[in-house]
């Protein structure tokens, strides 16, 4: 009777047991799903933003390899332009494609950099990819100007006649130092011309000529170091010799670029002059007949915007900065023009257009050319954003050239009077940051 007692008992609690056991384990399984399921989910939440992870670190690699590229081109077609004096174009010509190339893909780079910087929003996803193609032409156009630099090196030592090539830059030194007396003549009739803010205050022939005694001296050492086994070691004083003949080059040509600037401004703003004055006839016939009392408004401040910038440069005080007076009426007529758009017919529109144009291009190239020479001197300082807007500015000017339409080369062309005046404005603040 125990024993049977006990059996029953021992049978009970076996069974408690399984079932307590098969219930630990539901439980179990079912909070390890719960915890992958909230991990899952965790996770998936987490993958959402992930095209936004790191953007901020993209970006601010892509602007240094903007940097680094735009320096490195430059620096490569000043190489290219040598190596063209030196050998010719037939033996440089892969070097030119090279640099066509490289040139392509950072105008490219900096083309999407511009769309980055619109004020049109983009998604996260967007910018990553964006930001990557810029990495990813640079690092190109990086790599292609390094490699055309070991080239360059082989194909000099190539020329392993030391004594020719001596000759040859000594040649270039005498040729660069007969320059500096018509550039002196040059600078001195700007001067006389021109306001002195124009100029800045570095020297370029005092630079120009430190350079050419530099180079001079060095390869004057070179040659001493000649023997005539023919068995040389004076390639690394040739690379400093050109790399001074080159500075020496560069100052002369800044000279030369300042004059032909500032002269087609000054010739472009007098053009400016005479053209404005027929359209501030033709906005005084406008304004007396303009369809409502809000269009004759916009006619009578435009005209007087008009007139006010042609009296700076009546009274002189323009001509003696023909970049910024051409710069003032400029948009004093572009806003009569604007002002007079729906009074004009079409034919009327078409002539001003092309009349405005000339003195717009001219705008353009001359606040190009000094903010690339702003650039240039800045070196790596000066950042991506004005970089960037130096190259829309060249696009934009690119644009105007090839525009059939004069309204809207125009148009091309004020966009890239714009992005020229943003990257000069952007480049001063770059100085002004670095001189802090």
Request: include cysteine.
């Amino acid at each position: 009777m125990t024993l049977s007692f006990s059996s029953a008992a021992l049978a009970d609690d076996v069974a408690r047991g399984a079932t307590i056991a098969v219930v630990t384990v539901v439980v179990v399984v079912v909070v390890l799903l719960a915890v992958g399921i909230l991990l899952l989910f965790r996770r998936r939440s987490g993958a959402q933003p992930s095209s936004a992870s790191g953007l901020p670190a993209l970006r601010t690699r892509a602007n240094i390899l903007l940097v680094r590229a735009d320096e490195a081109v430059s620096a490569g077609e000043d190489e290219l332009g040598f190596a063209v004096a030196q050998f010719g174009e037939a033996r440089t010509a892969r070097f030119a494609a090279t640099m066509a190339d490289a040139r392509a893909k950072l105008a490219e780079a900096f083309r999407i950099q511009q769309a980055l910087d619109d004020a049109v929003p983009e998604s996260a996803q967007k910018k990553r990819e964006w930001t990557l193609q810029i990495t990813a032409l640079c690092e190109a156009a990086i790599a292609a100007v390094a490699g055309q630099d070991r080239d360059f090196v082989q194909l000099r030592g190539a020329e392993a006649d030391s004594p020719a090539r001596i000759a040859d830059l000594e040649e270039r030194v005498g040729a660069a130092r007969a320059r500096l007396t018509t550039a002196a003549s040059t600078l001195d009739r700007l001067r006389a011309d021109y306001d002195a803010a124009l100029f800045g205050t570095d020297d370029p022939l005092a630079s120009a000529s430190a350079a050419l005694d530099d180079a001079a001296e060095t390869l004057a050492d070179a040659r001493s170091r000649v023997t005539p086994s023919g068995v040389n070691t004076v390639s690394g004083l040739l690379e400093d010799a050109e790399g001074s003949l080159r500075r020496a080059t560069g100052a002369l040509d800044g000279v030369d670029r300042l004059g032909a600037r500032l002269d087609a401004a000054a010739s472009a703003l007098d053009a400016l002059v005479t053209s404005s004055g027929s359209d501030l006839d033709e906005a005084r016939v406008q304004r007396d007949t303009a369809p409502d009392a809000e269009s004759g408004a916009a006619i009578i401040r435009a005209i007087s915007d008009v007139e006010t910038a042609r009296l700076s440069v009546v009274a002189g005080a323009a001509r003696r900065n023909p970049v910024t007076g051409l710069d003032a009426l400029s948009a004093a007529v572009a806003n009569l023009d604007t002002a007079l758009a729906t009074a004009r017919n079409q034919t009327q529109r078409l002539e001003h257009a092309r009349t405005a144009l000339v003195g717009t291009l001219v705008s353009a190239r001359s606040q190009i050319d000094a903010l690339k020479s702003l650039v240039a001197g800045g070196g790596r300082t000066v950042g991506a954003e004005a970089r960037t807007r130096l190259a829309e500015a060249e696009r934009q000017l690119m644009l105007a050239e090839a525009e059939a339409d004069p309204v809207e080369a125009l148009d091309a062309a004020r966009r890239a009077v714009t992005h020229a005046r943003d990257g000069d404005a952007l480049a001063h603040y770059d100085a002004m940051q670095r001189g802090r």
